[in-house]
């Protein structure tokens, strides 16, 4: 029996008090968020008023209150005809994302730490190898469901509560979308000066009153802001060109300056015979602060893996392809950086643990042939600073804002306001040095994997796949996932326990003062410790107090065997319920068990 089936339609009377669902075209005055008047009289409203109303990137009439909080187009499950990604898109996607600065600097780090080059290789390969098996864990949901990161946690932490989360990780991509975009401005810099001479640094004057960043240097930042700016407005199921032309261009481009940079050592022999040069149990965390590392690069792309695997053609598309793909691409990218990093020992007598240094080094001799080398490569690397900005920040912190404002935010506009965020947040503070770095990286993985534990345990342990696709997009007291005001208290202190073990490191690694060895041990897990504490904490409580919205069989017995996902179908996807125009439904007063009922998508 369809959950419509418990609903009986009525002629609402002078003074009946009843909960209802809004159909079409109807208002709702029980909402929690009060009710909106259809049309709106913009005459006598402030010009603030109007500016808003101006804003407004969706129609009112069709929506409840509170629906207009939790949907638009952006926000809506994805239909078969933006479906467009196929296997090879995701490989693509990887392949693109994979070849950036970043990367390099991550891998480098383990060179810097004192890691021989095929320790550090090997460490980066288990890194990337978790992070495949995380990602395509976390893509599931979109790739049945076909909704994006911000739709998805509702059903764990509420379809208000999950705001927290998703504030959370727009946030964290505005910041590091600066820091990616600070990268790529010492690719602009690089290519300013093989036009106009290496001196050119120099020759501006410096009015900037910072140890980390010269006039030079921002005015570079800058130009890559601008540049990126038009590439901000392409739709996500149409981005993916973008990416593979990327594939194409920048692992030429890193290939040749790998094999220069070991022309210029006098060949690889001395680079791969360098020996580590920390050994017992320095070695030991050395290696582990290289693994998570790796994983604490990919914690932002963890947590929003819907986000691109709800764009997936196939149930297969977004699966194998980045289970495999993602340690692939990484780690031979890595490898670039790790070579390059030992090579420029050989060559300068200094380690630098940014391939760009080492590019930079190469215009000492400016003669014709370097500035071109040089030129060429800095441009192969801006556009792979600009694919992975685009990938893995803008178009992810727009996705997920769109759930922060969904009356007055879309994915452009979203991408947008992150570019203006990351421009104005100082990133070069942040890369000041390889610590301060990686520290930053860390920062992540203490508050996006506690996060993630939770959609974990929520998705996989408790609910066991199954979702109500309507009731994610509904505040009424009936939905699934309404909990208390819109909160699952639950989610909420098993986020908060998992962050708890990591804070004390924390504020260990960022100098803030002096904490037990015990403690900094614990945080060189910071993942993990995060991840597993948050999935233990929200099991517990949900078997202590069971989740509403279960099938019937796991809320008698949350351990009980069963898997109830389904592939939702979502061509006539209706967020109102699916009552007919003009019509008002009254919900039967009485306990709901999801797992009886047709699932309505």
């Not at 029980?30 to 909106?36: D, I, V």
């Not at 481009?253 to 022999?269: N, P």
């Not at 320095?282 to 290289?290: H, L, Q």
């Not at 504020?507 to 597993?532: E, H, I, L």
Request: hydrophobic share 45%; with cysteine; charged share 15%.
């Amino acid at each position: 029996m369809a959950l419509r089936d418990k609903l009986t339609q009525r002629s609402k009377s002078p003074g009946a008090v009843t909960n209802t669902v809004s159909a079409p075209g109807s208002l709702n005055s029980s909402s929690p968020l009060g009710s909106l008047s259809a049309e709106q009289n913009t005459s006598g409203r402030s010009p603030i008023g109007k500016l808003l109303d101006k804003l407004v990137v969706q129609e009112e009439k069709d929506l409840s209150a509170s629906q207009s909080f939790l949907f638009n187009f952006d926000l809506r499950p994805v239909e078969r005809r933006r479906r467009l990604w196929s296997w090879f898109n995701y490989v693509f996607f990887w392949i693109s994302d994979s070849f950036n600065i970043n990367t390099w600097q991550i891998a480098a780090t383990g060179i810097q730490a004192g890691l021989s080059w095929w320790t550090c290789w090997l460490s980066v390969w288990l890194g990337y190898s978790l992070t495949g098996i995380f990602v395509t864990v976390s893509a599931r949901v979109g790739i049945y469901y076909h909704i994006s990161f911000p739709v998805s946690c509702r059903s764990s932490f509420g379809v208000f509560g999950s705001i927290w989360p998703v504030f959370n990780r727009v946030v964290m991509a505005c910041v590091w979308y600066g820091v990616q975009g600070y990268i790529g401005g010492t690719t602009m810099a690089l290519m300013l000066r093989s036009i106009f001479g290496n001196d050119l640094n120099t020759r501006i004057p410096d009015g900037i009153s910072s140890p980390n960043v010269t006039t030079f240097e921002f005015l570079s930042f800058f130009l890559f802001w601008l540049f990126s700016l038009p590439f901000i407005w392409l739709a996500p199921h149409t981005v993916r060109h973008l990416f593979t032309v990327k594939s194409y261009v920048v692992p030429v481009a890193g290939i040749a300056f790998l094999i220069w940079t070991i022309k210029k050592a006098d060949g690889i022999g001395p680079v791969v015979k360098q020996p580590s040069t920390i050994s017992g149990s320095e070695f030991g965390w050395a290696f582990i602060r290289s693994v998570m590392n790796s994983l604490a690069n990919f914690a932002t792309l963890i947590v929003n893996a819907p986000d691109f695997s709800r764009f997936s053609k196939t149930k297969a598309s977004a699966k194998w392809a980045q289970l495999f793909s993602i340690p692939l691409c990484f780690s031979i990218t890595s490898l670039i950086g790790i070579l390059v990093s030992s090579a420029s020992t050989i060559i300068y007598g200094e380690t630098y643990w940014s391939p760009i240094d080492v590019l930079g080094r190469f215009l000492d001799n400016y003669t014709s042939g370097n500035r071109a080398g040089v030129f060429f490569i800095s441009f192969a690397f801006a556009l792979a600073q600009l694919g992975t900005n685009i990938s893995a920040n803008s178009l992810s912190a727009g996705t997920d804002a769109t759930a922060l404002l969904p009356r007055y935010i879309t994915i452009r506009r979203g991408g947008y306001i992150c570019a203006a965020v990351g421009l104005c947040i100082c990133p070069w503070e942040l890369l000041s040095s390889s610590n301060k770095f990686t520290t930053y990286l860390s920062a992540y993985s203490v508050f996006l994997s506690a996060i993630f534990g939770v959609l974990f345990a929520d998705y996989y342990i408790v609910r066991r796949g199954w979702l109500v696709l309507n009731d994610l997009y509904n505040a009424e007291k009936t939905s699934a996932y309404t909990y208390w005001h819109g909160i699952n208290y639950r989610a909420f202190v098993a986020y908060i326990c998992g962050i708890l073990p990591n804070i004390v490191g924390f504020v260990g690694a960022t100098g803030a003062g002096s904490v037990p060895q015990g403690a900094m041990y614990v945080y060189d897990f910071n993942f993990f410790a995060g991840f597993g504490v948050s999935v233990f904490i929200y099991v517990l409580l949900c078997y202590i107090h069971p989740l509403p919205g279960v099938p019937y069989e796991i809320k008698k017995d949350l351990f009980k065997k069963g898997w109830y996902e389904e592939y939702a179908e979502v061509e006539n996807f209706d967020v109102t319920g699916g009552a007919a125009s003009g019509e008002v439904w009254e919900v039967v007063e009485e306990p709901i068990e999801y797992y009886d009922e047709e699932k309505k998508v």
